[in-house]
């Protein structure tokens, strides 16, 4: 097939979208700066970096000091000399693939496991799957199962920041472990015409792999590839059916409300211990990836091939520290109990009282001005287990010690003293006791609904009624109890 015609073909494919939007994508892409050092501690604690203070890094070291280049695929027939700038392609660590007559740039970087990424070594990662495996229970970010070998770790480049079939993805970067190495690879898409080169590069180097880890990867890295390799479909193997663990999910839950916003290179500063340095802006990459499509020189898209290298390698350190917290957040010394209420709500959600309880017991324990709101949560957490003779004591207690309750828990505590205890004057005062809350609160924010409204009337009530039929004609419960 002509080139003339490969440009053809995919004309409609690459729009050239204004690389200024903001968009969905949570990442900020840039270049994590400092030297990667060996780690001495222990594969869940962070390693010793001058009491956790982020450590700044502007040229990580390769495994030999190099990229390391060697397993980058190479077509013996292709001219290499054909290629422009070959030579500042080799000083990057990256060698052709060719199919047919295109190719991409397959770029390769090798890192020993005994380095550290911010807090943590690399080979933190044995421990954290075999962490999983021991915990025996089920978790959206559980490797039990799993081997480090089937995780990709795994970020894409596009030359827009929305979806659609005009932003086309032109680097696919990914790390993963490999005995006592960590190898990012990177498969870049050297000319538009050359898609299919650049999904069956990626597709024969990770068939092995099981699972991708991302970073808001199933909202927007993934079905970008999705959307590209179906317009392909004809001239390039199926997708697998990975896994997915999207990290995005769990950084939101711990930290949303902390931080001022989930982007990955603030959750690396204040979280991972990771600095980004000589930052190439996320909107800066369509940009610099137009450039080079004209000037065809790849110091323009150097900045670009940096900054995924160490997204993907931060996705390994932050995949450690997300699964120390949860799996032994009580023995991590810099866990902060706002992390900690975080993690029990996060089990909660997912049902799993017995270790939701376990954390909003330390938090409940401490003198930390969440320790209220983890008394109720544990009274929640009773209620599911039915044990409600508990929930109520806890609940009770607390709005007995001056703690002001919410009115959902007043109406649960209504419903309780209703349906299980059988006490209907206490059902109505707590039911009552909620509507006024709700009056105060809807009152605050300027908001009644009037669905909200006729639900707690209706309560109140029914109990009311209840009330007059088990004492008689001569009693008038109109007025409620107070």
């Not at 990442?27 to 001495?40: C, H, I, Q, V, Y």
């Not at 927007?220 to 004809?234: A, N």
């Not at 004591?393 to 209703?418: C, F, H, Q, R």
Request: hydrophobic letters at 35%; one cysteine or more.
């Amino acid at each position: 097939m002509s080139l003339k015609s490969k440009l053809n073909r995919f004309k409609d494919h690459l729009t050239k979208e204004a690389p200024q939007q903001q968009g969905s994508r949570l990442k900020d892409t840039g270049r994590a700066g400092g030297m990667l050092e060996p780690a001495s501690s222990g594969p869940f604690e962070p390693a010793p970096s001058a009491g956790h203070e982020p450590t700044p890094f502007s040229a990580p070291q390769p495994a030999h000091g190099t990229a390391q280049p060697d397993s980058a695929p190479v077509n013996s027939q292709a001219n290499m000399e054909e290629i422009p700038f070959m030579d500042k392609w080799m000083e990057l660590g990256a060698k052709p693939y060719f199919w047919e007559d295109e190719h991409v740039m397959v770029r390769e970087v090798r890192y020993p496991i005994s380095q550290r990424h911010g807090h943590y070594a690399f080979a933190g990662l044995y421990e954290t799957i075999a962490a999983w495996e021991r915990a025996g229970f089920e978790h959206p970010l559980s490797a039990s199962g799993r081997s480090v070998e089937d995780l990709l770790f795994f970020d894409t480049e596009t030359t827009g920041l929305h979806g659609g079939t005009g932003n086309t993805v032109f680097l696919l970067g990914h790390s993963r472990m490999d005995g006592e190495s960590v190898i990012v690879r990177q498969h870049f898409l050297a000319a538009p015409y050359s898609e299919a080169a650049l999904y069956r590069s990626f597709l024969e180097d990770s068939q092995t792999a099981t699972h991708l880890v991302t970073y808001n990867g199933k909202s927007f890295d993934w079905p970008q590839v999705k959307t590209r390799h179906t317009l392909l479909r004809d001239l390039v193997p199926r997708l697998p059916a990975f896994g997915h663990y999207d990290l995005l999910h769990g950084a939101r839950r711990l930290w949303r409300e902390d931080l001022e916003s989930c982007r990955l290179s603030l959750i690396e500063r204040e979280k991972l211990g990771v600095v980004r340095e000589d930052d190439v802006p996320g909107y800066l990459a369509p940009i610099r990836y137009f450039d080079y499509l004209t000037d065809k020189n790849p110091d323009t898209v150097a900045g670009v091939l940096r900054h995924n290298e160490i997204d993907v390698l931060s996705l390994i350190t932050l995949y450690i520290h997300l699964s120390a917290l949860l799996l032994s957040h009580e023995q991590q010394a810099d866990i902060s109990e706002e992390e900690r209420f975080k993690v029990g709500r996060w089990y909660e959600a997912l049902g799993d009282t017995e270790r939701a309880m376990q954390a909003y017991r330390l938090v409940a324990d401490s003198v930390h001005p969440l320790r209220d709101k983890a008394r109720i949560a544990m009274g929640s957490c009773y209620k599911r287990q039915k044990d409600w003779r508990r929930a109520l004591l806890v609940w009770e207690g607390l709005g007995n010690s001056g703690v002001t309750l919410p009115e959902d828990v007043l109406i649960e505590m209504a419903k309780l003293y209703e349906h299980q205890v059988k006490d209907l004057e206490k059902a109505l005062l707590f039911a009552e006791a909620g509507y006024d809350r709700w009056k105060q609160k809807a009152a605050l924010l300027r908001r009644r609904s009037k669905a909200e409204e006729a639900s707690y009337r209706k309560r109140i009530e029914r109990l009311e009624q209840k009330l007059r039929t088990q004492a008689g004609p001569d009693l008038d419960y109109g007025g409620g109890l107070v």
